[in-house]
């Protein structure tokens, strides 16, 4: 297999997993933060 082919796919692989690992961090642990509440209307 071309090492390059292996590189660029283990690249993306690992920016895809550090993406997924931000969004579960907001989706769970960051939630209940105050910067990720609605402020408050009216």
Request: no cysteine; glycine share 8%; hydrophobic share 55%.
């Amino acid at each position: 297999m071309n090492t390059a082919v292996l590189v660029i796919g283990s690249l993306f692989a690992g920016i895809a997993a550090l993406i997924h690992v931000y969004i579960w961090l907001l989706e769970s642990v960051l939630w209940t933060s105050e910067s990720t509440r609605p402020a408050p209307s009216g």
